[in-house]
Nanobody, 123 residues
Framework: QVQLVESGGGLVQPGGSLRLSCAAS????????IGWFRQAPGKEREGVSC???????TYADSVKGRFTISRDNAKNTVYLQMNSLKPEDTAVYYC?????????????????WGQGTQVTVSS
């Protein structure tokens, strides 16, 4: 049974921090690149960050310097540390896995998706 489960979302004030987790079961993340995407109401799903199977990372310009992606293969989990959060970061955040070593932000190419976790940044 292949699953990705996100956790760690919630309500935070502007300037605050959250750490999202993406736990995999039924397959090993060792051989996949893992992407974080987000979708706000009425907007397209957009790539936020990606980590390759060799731990190379990619970030959207909007989050560079604020977000950090990492993986713990022993726990079969990928994390997204989000600092200096802004109201425009408010969205449902999804993790997804794509086979291969490289990172991509093409939604249609990802093999597995989690159900998402809500992040709300508001005063």
């Amino acid at each position: 049974q292949v699953q990705l489960v996100e956790s760690g979302g919630g309500l935070v004030q502007p300037g605050g921090s959250l750490r999202l987790s993406c736990a995999a079961s039924g397959f090993s993340l060792d051989y996949y690149a893992i992407g974080w995407f987000r979708q706000a109401p009425g907007k397209e799903r957009e790539g936020v960050s990606c980590i390759s199977s060799s731990d190379g990372s990619t970030y959207a310009d909007s989050v560079k310097g604020r977000f950090t992606i990492s993986r713990d293969n022993a726990k079969n989990t990928v994390y997204l540390q989000m600092n200096s959060l802004k109201p425009e970061d408010t969205a449902v955040y999804y993790c997804a896995a794509v086979g291969g070593a490289g990172c991509i932000f093409a939604v249609v190419l990802y093999d597995y998706w989690g159900q998402g976790t809500q992040v709300t940044v508001s005063s």
